[in-house]
């Protein structure tokens, strides 16, 4: 199994590829679809439009949908944009378990 960087990595890795072919113009659902499909080709396990609850002070008070939830605990929010400027930055975002729960169960890999 891949480290948390190594995971990043290749994620990283396979969304310059799709930019480099696709380029820019697109609705984010198609890099969306593309990243979910290169991710898979390269045997990472991806689930697309993931439901979780969100929960605060023990109560649920809303639905987050994931666009994509790598390797099962890595979850990728893609964003288009016309151009890049100074307001936009890399930004990681760690969930925490106790916050979010999926509302759909993901089969566990069994350990080899």
Request: charged content about 25%; some cysteine; proline content about 3%.
């Given at each position: 199994?891949?480290?948390?960087?190594?995971?990043?990595?290749?994620?990283?890795?396979?969304?310059?590829?799709?930019?480099?072919?696709?380029?820019?113009?697109?609705?984010?659902?198609?890099?969306?679809?593309?990243?979910?499909?290169?991710?898979?080709?390269?045997?990472?396990?991806?689930?697309?439009?993931?439901?979780?609850?969100v929960f605060?002070?023990?109560?649920?008070?809303?639905?987050?949908?994931?666009?994509?939830?790598?390797?099962?605990?890595?979850?990728?929010?893609?964003?288009?944009?016309?151009?890049?400027?100074s307001s936009h930055q890399?930004?990681?975002?760690?969930?925490?378990?106790?916050?979010?729960?999926?509302?759909?169960?993901?089969?566990?890999?069994?350990?080899?």
């Amino acid at each position: 199994m891949d480290t948390d960087d190594e995971l990043t990595r290749r994620i990283i890795g396979c969304a310059i590829g799709i930019s480099r072919v696709l380029g820019c113009g697109f609705l984010e659902s198609v890099y969306e679809n593309a990243l979910a499909h290169d991710l898979r080709k390269n045997g990472i396990l991806v689930d697309a439009q993931r439901p979780f609850t969100v929960f605060y002070d023990g109560v649920a008070v809303g639905l987050y949908r994931a666009d994509l939830v790598v390797g099962e605990h890595v979850i990728v929010e893609v964003k288009a944009i016309k151009a890049l400027d100074s307001s936009h930055q890399a930004v990681i975002s760690y969930k925490d378990n106790r916050s979010l729960r999926s509302t759909r169960s993901w089969p566990r890999p069994r350990a080899t």
